[in-house]
Every structure is written in structure tokens, then in C-alpha cells.
């Protein structure tokens, strides 16, 4: 693949995640005022990058679907801003709790049942 189909592709997944990102947060209706769209967002994206550790073998497609369209689909910063919006340190220590080890759960998950 060429410097410029890289670069084309890279950034066309990474859109594409960004978008859904979007979406998954905008229309998810909140089920609790814990739980939002960027929770939601994290966790799959962990499951994602475990299947995709597994399952590709192209380096150049690892860093466009891993790096471009999973990076675009999850968002650390935002993480962040919502889990200080809490008001409470224990509730926001929870929720990062949470996210991290419920990520870390389903990457571990993803590689072991070879989705």
C-alpha cells in the first residue's frame, strides 16, 4: 500500500469512528445518570481491539482499524470530563474503576474466544 492510500485509509476509518462515536452517545437514551454513551463507546472499543489483536495479521490494517477507526470510536478525554462531572470523588473513582476494568475484562475476553 502507498504513503498516500495509507494516510487515505487511515483517516476515512478514523472519521467513521468518530462518527459512530457520535451517534452511540447522542441516541443512546441514558439508563442510569451513571452509565452514558462514552461508557458504552470504551468498553466495545476494548472488545474491538481484542478481536482485532487476534485476528490480523497486516500491520498496515492494524494500525487503520486499531489506530484509526478504534481511536476515533473511543475517547479517553471525554472519559475524563464525565467522571469529574460526578460532584463526588468516590462516584467518579467508580466509574473510572469501571471503565478500565471492564475494558481490560473484554480485550482479555476477545482474544481468548477467537470471535
Same mark, same amino acid.
Given at each position: 500500500m502507498n504513503f498516500f492510500n495509507f494516510y487515505l485509509y487511515f483517516c476515512l476509518a478514523?472519521?467513521?469512528?468518530?462518527?459512530?462515536?457520535? *451517534?452511540?452517545?447522542?441516541?443512546?437514551?441514558? !439508563?442510569?445518570?451513571?452509565?452514558?454513551?462514552v461508557f458504552y463507546v470504551n468498553i466495545i472499543g476494548a472488545f474491538l481491539m481484542g478481536v482485532l489483536s487476534v485476528n490480523m495479521n497486516s500491520n498496515v490494517w492494524h494500525i487503520i482499524i486499531g489506530t484509526g477507526f478504534i481511536g476515533g470510536l473511543t475517547t479517553f478525554s471525554t472519559m475524563m470530563t464525565q467522571g469529574e462531572q460526578f460532584n463526588s470523588f468516590k462516584r467518579s473513582m467508580v466509574y473510572f474503576a469501571l471503565t478500565l476494568v471492564l475494558g481490560i475484562f *473484554?480485550? !482479555?475476553?476477545? !482474544?481468548? !474466544?477467537?470471535?
Amino acid at each position: 500500500m502507498n504513503f498516500f492510500n495509507f494516510y487515505l485509509y487511515f483517516c476515512l476509518a478514523a472519521g467513521l469512528g468518530a462518527v459512530i462515536r457520535y *451517534l452511540v452517545i447522542s441516541f443512546m437514551p441514558r !439508563i442510569t445518570n451513571f452509565f452514558t454513551g462514552v461508557f458504552y463507546v470504551n468498553i466495545i472499543g476494548a472488545f474491538l481491539m481484542g478481536v482485532l489483536s487476534v485476528n490480523m495479521n497486516s500491520n498496515v490494517w492494524h494500525i487503520i482499524i486499531g489506530t484509526g477507526f478504534i481511536g476515533g470510536l473511543t475517547t479517553f478525554s471525554t472519559m475524563m470530563t464525565q467522571g469529574e462531572q460526578f460532584n463526588s470523588f468516590k462516584r467518579s473513582m467508580v466509574y473510572f474503576a469501571l471503565t478500565l476494568v471492564l475494558g481490560i475484562f *473484554l480485550f !482479555i475476553v476477545a !482474544i481468548h !474466544i477467537h470471535v
